[in-house]
């Protein structure tokens, strides 16, 4: 793999670890368990107490259509599983410390983490279908799958400003421009989706499995080569550019194409998965 750039290396490191707090770490660890433990999740969540509130407050919100009001997260969990409180839990601190981090951040908007989430979910979704065993995992691949360009885009450090050039090419932080990685190699001599593995590596997040192919995140024209799980991650990454940034619908047309192709997904069953996603979101 190609190396990062000292300076920026060091840069990044520097703003992983004021950005986010021990639980993060902790809650990965537990991400890529294949049978999260309730009481060391529980034990996680309680180092931040804002957290619990969160939760809580997600799971008594009307999406949930719960008939009583849920009090613990023991509770909880018998409700919706230890895999959704952690789904939960990851999702809320990350977001919660990245904008604690970066509210004055111009290219981290709302619309950015939206579509960060619609693309986790949408990978989550498809492999329910495709690659069952591994929903939660293509999930958490796809919430984490654009960190460095957070942190690169993000990080106030004028030793680095020369390598944030990049951040400004369009309105949109994560959806993909053209030649965008062949500018990165440019710029940082390395692709942004290996040096999220590099910031997940230093957290000592097992990179196998789909997690390992964060760095195909964005291989659509190759996508007949891979397992299926990592077909819902280059999919849901897909999904979310086509919800987003798709002025002329054409990634639209070239998702549905895909879908019918591997997968036999026709148009109705492709709008009943994008209703889901999106109620999914806007819980």
């Not at 707090?21 to 180092?47: C, H, V």
């Not at 190759?222 to 299926?228: D, G, L, S, Y």
Request: hydrophobic residues 45%; proline residues 4%.
């Amino acid at each position: 793999m190609p190396r990062i750039p000292a300076k920026l290396k060091v840069s990044l490191k520097e703003a992983m670890s004021v950005t986010f707090p021990p639980a993060m770490s902790s809650l990965l660890q537990e991400a890529t368990s294949a049978n999260p433990d309730f009481n060391n999740l529980a034990k996680i969540i309680a180092t931040d107490p804002g957290l619990t509130v969160t939760i809580l407050s997600l799971i008594n919100s009307p999406y949930y259509s719960l008939q009583e009001k849920v009090t613990d997260l023991k509770r909880a969990a018998v409700i919706l599983g230890t895999k959704g409180i952690l789904k939960i839990a990851l999702s809320v601190t990350f977001h919660k410390n990245l904008s604690l981090k970066f509210q004055t951040c111009e290219v981290l908007k709302f619309r950015t983490w939206r579509q960060t989430v619609w693309g986790a979910v949408a990978g989550e979704v498809l492999a329910q279908k495709l690659s069952p065993k591994e929903a939660d995992k293509v999930y958490t691949a796809g919430l984490l799958k654009d960190l460095s360009l957070f942190l690169i885009c993000c990080v106030e450090d004028e030793e680095v400003e020369d390598f944030t050039r990049i951040c400004y090419d369009g309105d949109n932080l994560i959806s993909l421009k053209k030649d965008q990685l062949r500018r990165e190699v440019e710029l940082w001599g390395i692709e942004h989706p290996q040096i999220t593995q590099a910031l997940l590596k230093s957290w000592n997040f097992p990179l196998n499995g789909v997690f390992g192919a964060i760095k195909y995140h964005h291989a659509v024209d190759r996508i007949e080569e891979f397992e299926a799980a990592i077909q819902c991650l280059i999919l849901g990454t897909l999904w979310a550019e086509a919800e987003f940034e798709d002025k002329d619908s054409s990634i639209l047309f070239k998702l549905k194409a895909i879908l019918k192709n591997i997968a036999q997904i026709e148009e109705e069953e492709f709008n009943n998965l994008r209703s889901t996603i999106k109620n999914n979101v806007n819980s």
